[in-house]
């Protein structure tokens, strides 16, 4: 009787490996990311990520294949506001971020309605500073909360799209969307921003950036995320927007080609 | 000539088409008339049948109406009105036969109709006139019916004749028409003139002149309308309600009680239109989707495509989104028992650069189909308003200075030499929010504000950008805003705001109002 239990466990122990197993195919390995062009954030990201070699390959604390950036494209990135006032300066690091994953193709920003009557429209004045113009840029504006996770669905799954910028009340979002989002984002390798004012929810994001503002022209970035593991320096900036590398070209791991590819 | 004889065409007047249209509701017997601004002052264009009985008739001025019926009711002619339902009756009318033809007269209303052989579906000539005038006079609407062999004595009897119904037989045309004024051949203005001149009152009097003494006199004009009553000379009815081209229909066994059944008839129909499109190099830029309930009742629904399209695919997914939008319920006791998905408008198929595609050339390279597929089925089930691109324009006022452009609107986006980044903000409210300030007067800026009911305290300020209504606007009439006075204010916290100052000071108003605008990030 005994040694029946036993080996039922042992069967239940096998099983669970093998399980584990496959599953480990399915979790990503993101192989391409972009940094996310502020100096500071860059520069540290990139000294303080542990490293360590297998087989002559160069792993990161977290599973990732090491690279210089942060930014992993095919996937799901979240920037919340600090307060509900900060919602702006998140919207500005969300249009920035969105012009660097984007590149040249059409970005698609996508507003909830609740959001919309919060905190407004994104003007086009404002967005200049970022990169974006008004080619590039394409809206989808006051969208029904029910409607919401569809669209953004529908626009990541499309190869043609540069970047998805979806901004909503935290409300709208839970883990299962968000994990949806991640293995279509994965799918079609383009990435999705998502940009909530401050919510305790937990959701399957790559990375989640917390922005305050801070004054005339700066912010305050803090980073979360599973970057954290092992980091020592503190995963807190304050950046000037004037620290946008204005002049450096963008460079990417990939050359434009990736896209249309 | 035998093939002239087998034709029946029933015509459909409407002696008093713009009364009726224009005001259904009024009292049976009270005097009513229609009237339109003229050269003169007001005049009426149209006048029911008890006002026609007191002595009032269109073309009199509604003063002198007014003066001898006090008691008139009167109402504007809305052109649009008369217009549309017109085009809806005809519409209407297609129930009956496809060939459904608008009057070419001008100032009388009527429809000519092609009954040839679908008479005997409604129990024949009589009934079908029965029906017919039965449903149009419970909508209050007064009609004459005629059936008879040729356009023009159809006409003719239907506007002139004697009875308010009349089926002519085959071969009667001649004792039927002779008795009737000339007018009643359709004749132009001039042409009536001459005839009253000479005399020649009745169709009986000009029938019996020789052609070619007519010709000279009247011109072709008369001799024609003449052969097209009596059948010699042939008349076709010009169909207001062309079938498409493209067009696939599909008749069930039984008729379809759930959504989802349609749903999936439609999705095969849209493999057979994909078919005929294809064999003609063609693409479908909008599709018609007509559900026909047992009672004839018609659901029909349109989606807009950006670019041409011949798949199966695309097309089925946006009628599946465009569906589901809808939310439609069906009655369960009337199911659909006819569906049909046309094609009203396409285009060839290897056309060069499309317009959308130099639009989105613009911001990309190399943009293939996906991305106005993907636009269309945004555009099918969110609405073209909601995904829109921004357009700058060039206006000071900065809630205009943005417009909002469909996919659907070819304006090219200009490149407008936009304000600093450091001058707008980021994120601009839909509509200004009015909020208390504590402020200097006359031009201070804030100090203090409270808005969304809470206290912000102002750590410093910059401006005032003062932007003042375009003078050409104002002139107008178009703009009644004040002079705005922005500030860029930031609070103790570092949070940024822009809000204006509506009007000056004792220039343009007592109390203006503070509103705030928009966020800097």
Same mark, same amino acid.
């Given at each position: 009787m005994e040694r029946l239990r036993a080996n039922n466990r042992l069967i239940k122990i096998q099983k669970l490996k093998k399980l584990r197993a496959s599953l480990q195919r399915f979790e990503p390995q993101f192989d391409e990311t972009i940094k996310t062009g502020f100096i500071p954030i860059d520069r540290d990201l990139a000294e303080n990520e542990p490293k360590f070699e297998i087989n002559g390959n160069a792993y990161s604390g977290s599973g $990732? @294949?090491?690279? $210089?950036?942060?930014?992993?494209?095919g996937a799901v990135h979240a920037v919340e506001a600090q307060? @509900?006032? *900060?919602m702006p300066a998140a919207t500005g690091f969300a249009a920035h971020l969105a012009s660097r994953f984007a590149h040249a193709a059409p970005i698609i920003w996508a507003q909830s309605r609740a959001a919309q009557s919060e905190w407004g429209d994104p003007y086009l004045g404002g967005l200049s500073a970022y990169r974006l113009n008004a080619h590039q840029l394409w809206y989808m504006r006051a969208i029904p909360e029910s409607e919401f996770l569809w669209a953004i669905e529908e626009a990541l799954g499309c #190869?043609?799209?540069g970047c998805v910028v979806g901004a909503c009340m935290?409300? $709208?979002?839970t883990m299962r969307a968000t994990k949806r989002f991640g293995l279509t984002a994965r799918r079609s390798r383009r990435s999705l921003i998502v940009v909530t004012p401050p919510h305790q929810q937990k959701l399957a994001l790559t990375s989640k950036w917390q922005v305050a503002a *801070?004054?005339?022209?700066?912010w305050r970035v803090r980073l979360q995320g599973r970057?954290? $593991?092992?980091?020592?320096?503190?995963?807190?900036w304050r950046l000037s927007?004037? *620290?946008?590398? #204005?002049?450096?070209p963008i460079t990417?791991?990939?050359?434009?080609g990736s896209f249309y590819g | 000539m035998d093939k002239l004889l087998s034709r029946r065409i029933l015509v459909l007047s409407f002696p008093n088409w713009v009364t009726d249209i224009s005001?259904? !509701?009024?009292?049976?017997?009270k005097p009513f008339g229609v009237y339109a601004p003229a050269q003169a002052g007001l005049k009426l264009v149209a006048v029911n049948e008890p006002a026609k009985e007191i002595g009032l008739c269109a073309g009199m001025s509604v003063v002198d109406a007014r003066a001898l019926v006090p008691e008139l009711e009167l109402q504007e002619l809305d052109t649009h009105l008369i217009q549309r339902s017109y085009a809806l009756c005809a519409r209407w009318a297609s !129930?009956?036969?496809?060939w459904v033809g608008f009057d070419t007269v001008p100032g009388h209303y009527s429809l000519v109709m092609d009954i040839s052989g679908c008479a005997h579906l409604f129990g024949g000539e009589r009934a079908l006139v029965e029906i017919i005038t039965n449903i149009l006079s419970r909508r209050m609407i007064s009609v004459r019916a005629a059936i008879a062999n040729t356009i023009g004595a159809a006409w003719a009897l239907s506007h002139y004749?004697?009875?308010e119904h009349i089926v002519l037989p085959v071969g009667c045309e001649y004792e039927a028409l002779l008795?009737?004024?000339?007018?009643? =051949? !359709?004749?132009?203005a001039a042409s009536l003139d001459l005839c009253a001149r000479f005399g020649l009152r009745q169709i009986e009097n000009v029938a019996g002149i020789e052609r070619s003494a007519l010709t000279r006199r009247f011109g072709k004009v008369i001799v024609q309308r003449l052969d097209q009553a009596f059948g010699q000379l042939s008349e076709a009815v010009n169909p207001v309600v062309e079938p498409p081209q493209f067009r696939v229909q599909n008749t069930p066994l039984h008729p379809l009680i759930d959504m989802s059944q349609v749903v999936h008839y439609l999705n095969d129909m849209t493999a057979a239109l994909s078919n005929l499109l294809s064999k003609e190099g063609r693409g479908a830029k909008r599709l018609d989707i007509t559900l026909i309930r047992t009672d004839k009742a018609r659901l029909s629904f349109s989606i807009s495509m950006s670019q041409p399209s011949d798949l199966t695919s695309h097309m089925a997914r946006l009628i599946d989104d465009r569906i589901e939008r809808l939310n439609l319920s069906l009655d369960g006791a009337y199911g659909i028992d006819t569906l049909w998905l046309d094609a009203p408008r396409t285009a060839p198929m290897?056309?060069?650069?499309s317009h959308f595609e130099r639009i989105i050339s613009q911001s990309a390279p190399k943009i293939g189909y996906a991305f106005s597929a993907l636009c269309d089925r945004l555009v099918g089930r =969110?609405?073209?308003?909601?995904?829109v691109r921004l357009s700058p324009h060039e206006d000071h006022v900065p809630e205009r200075a943005v417009i909002y452009q469909t996919?659907?609107?070819?304006r090219p986006i200009k490149n407008v030499d936009a304000h600093t980044p450091q001058t707008r903000p980021i994120l601009l409210l839909p509509q200004a929010e009015v909020i208390d300030v504590i402020a200097e007067i006359p031009e201070g800026a804030p100090r203090r504000f409270r808005w969304r009911r809470r206290l912000y305290e102002i750590a410093s300020a910059s401006g005032p950008e003062r932007i003042s209504p375009s003078w050409w606007r104002t002139a107008y009439g178009l703009d009644v805003g004040y002079t705005r006075d922005y500030f860029r204010l930031e609070d103790r916290e570092g949070h940024r705001f822009w809000l204006y100052r509506d009007g000056l000071y004792t220039d343009e108003t007592h109390r203006p109002h503070w509103y705030m605008h928009g966020f800097f990030a």
């Open positions: $990732n @294949i090491a690279h $210089n950036g942060v930014l992993a494209l307060t @509900i006032h *900060d #190869a043609e799209v935290a409300s $709208n979002l *801070d004054g005339k022209d700066h970057f954290l $593991n092992g980091f020592r320096t503190p995963s807190e927007t004037q *620290d946008l590398m #204005a002049d450096q990417r791991l990939d050359d434009v | 005001a259904p !509701r009024v009292k049976q017997g !129930r009956f036969t496809p004749g004697a009875y008795p009737l004024p000339v007018a009643a =051949l !359709r004749l132009p290897d056309m060069g650069q =969110l609405g073209a308003t909601h995904f996919i659907f609107d070819h």
